[in-house]
């Protein structure tokens, strides 16, 4: 997970942690946490310059997209997944938008509370692995 820090010396707080949880978090119900049973390691990574958070698994890379309105947290999502990719990929904003539609999933992150939420699943798969080393996040 990759989040950007526009504040000199901030923190981080981990907040909610579910070890389990489908996506589309409905009702306050999940496999709730503790942090302490969970490692972590953080990396600051300057000069990233990215404006919202970005996530990168071994076969996926995450945009996001969060408002009170869940449509226009997927239209967020959707700009945010069609700018990593025209910046990372060297693909035109449009050519992006149509692969977005083409092949990339969007999924309701939560609607649990006043803010809503949408992940763009962007395969990495759709990609030769020359290209994927070029997008790659780190």
Excluded at 59 to 66: A, D, R
Excluded at 67 to 75: G, I, P
Excluded at 109 to 134: C, N, W, Y
Aim: charged share 20%.
């Amino acid at each position: 997970m990759f989040i950007p820090v526009w504040k000199p010396g901030a923190l981080i707080f981990t907040g909610d942690s579910h070890a389990a949880q489908g996506d589309g978090e409905i009702n306050l119900s999940a496999l709730e946490t503790r942090m302490q049973e969970m490692r972590i390691q953080v990396i600051l990574h300057k000069q990233k310059n990215f404006a919202w958070p970005i996530a990168e698994t071994s076969t996926h890379w995450i945009t996001l997209g969060l408002d009170k309105d869940l449509n226009v947290a997927m239209t967020s999502a959707a700009r945010n997944a069609i700018k990593f990719l025209s910046t990372r990929a060297g693909m035109t904003e449009l050519d992006a938008y149509a692969l977005c539609s083409i092949a990339v999933s969007f999924r309701v992150t939560q609607v649990v509370d006043i803010v809503r939420g949408v992940h763009a699943m962007i395969p990495k798969s759709i990609f030769a692995s020359e290209l994927r080393r070029q997008i790659a996040v780190v």
